[in-house]
């Protein structure tokens, strides 16, 4: 296959609509992948077949939408029908190439809602998240500028240490949605090496103390345990994610636990557990504290910072490492489990983009 060639295939089988290319008079030329499982129909059964079998213009009306095929408008809702004769509601857009063919794109409005959705939801978080700290910034400058001649120093000193604290949570959000957003458009590198357990945490741990000034740590490595293979960055950002959280839902006083063995009969993983003496996760919620933004309440949420994108973010690192994560907690406390890949001899050959 030509080197253009393979490209189109490759945009075309990576789309997320079923897509057919037809001729002038709407016969089906090319389809994707998408096209075969939305239709239940392989490439060969559905080369020469005109498309009006298959989609239906249904009438429906939808905001900006056009009923008729022309060169004005260029989507509207219709009907697709599969090999069984199930009808699904689909958005079907067309364009006319310069040499009169005809390329349809069409996906299920479940898909559409659902993905809307989404992102609607996802940008009136952002704003609600954003907003809340400019808020207290702009309240406390105004009456700094305003009145400042009239306080005392000290509370001249206590406003202006509020708006501190809210320029660093305005830049760890910054910084989460960031990571957040190279991890969905997957441009992050990873860059995998044998990483010893023992000199590892024992930095994590030393860079977490000023944090952990009333917590104990405590790091058990399984004796002989080889190294993990990992991103060393992204591997970092996972376990002080962990830890970091370990201390600020648990109160003073309490012990957290850095725990690496080998667990069942797979040698090629390995286990890690953080485990807190904290306040735990009430079952109910559980599922949800891997997605975004979700913080749960409990009086400890209250009074630690944070922007609820910190296990989404540590979820989404094991996994695109290789590995797993899980959460078991009650009223004693949490702990967090990962699986993680084991570094083989044969490993440091490989390097996995
Ligand atoms: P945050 O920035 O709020 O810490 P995370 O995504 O890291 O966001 O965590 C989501 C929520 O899960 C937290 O707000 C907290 O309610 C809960 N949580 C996370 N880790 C723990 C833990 N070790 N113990 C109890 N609750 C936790």
Known sequence: MSLDKEFYKNIMNNLPEGMAVCDADRNIIDVNKNFERLTGFFKKDLTGKNISVLIKNTGTNCDNCSQ??????????????????????????????????????????????????????FVSTVSHELRTPLTSIKG???????????????????FLGIIKSQVDRLTRLVEDLLTVSKLESKKDKLIYKA??????????????????????IEVRIMSNLPPVWADSDKFEQIITNLVDNAIKYSNAGTKVLI?????????????????????????????????KFSRIDNPLT????????????????????????????????????????????????????
């Open 68 to 121: 008729e095929e022309n060169k004005s408008k260029s989507y509207y809702i219709g009907e697709l029908i599969d090999r069984d004769n199930r009808s699904i509601c689909v958005r079907i857009t067309f364009s006319i190439t310069k040499d009169d063919k005809i390329i349809y794109l069409i996906i299920p409005l479940a898909d559409v809602a659902f993905l809307n959705r989404a992102h609607i939801d």
């Open 140 to 158: 406390f400058a105004d009456t700094l500028l305003s009145s400042g001649n009239r306080l005392s120093a000290d509370q001249q000193k206590r």
């Open 195 to 216: 990483i010893d357990l023992p000199k590892f945490f024992e930095n994590i741990v030393y860079s977490i103390q000023p944090k952990a000034q009333e917590h104990q």
């Open 259 to 291: 725990e690496a063995k080998f667990v069942g009969e797979n040698p090629d993983f390995m286990e890690i557990n953080i485990k807190d003496q904290g306040v735990g996760i009430p079952e109910e919620y559980i599922s949800k504290i891997f997605t």
């Open 302 to 353: 209250r009074q630690v910072e944070g922007t609820g994108l910190g296990l989404y973010i540590t979820k989404s690192l094991v996994e695109n490492m290789g590995g797993k994560i899980n959460v078991i907690s009650n009223k004693e406390g949490s702990t967090f489990s990962l699986m993680l890949p084991v570094a083989t001899y044969e490993k440091p050959t490989q390097r996995k983009f």
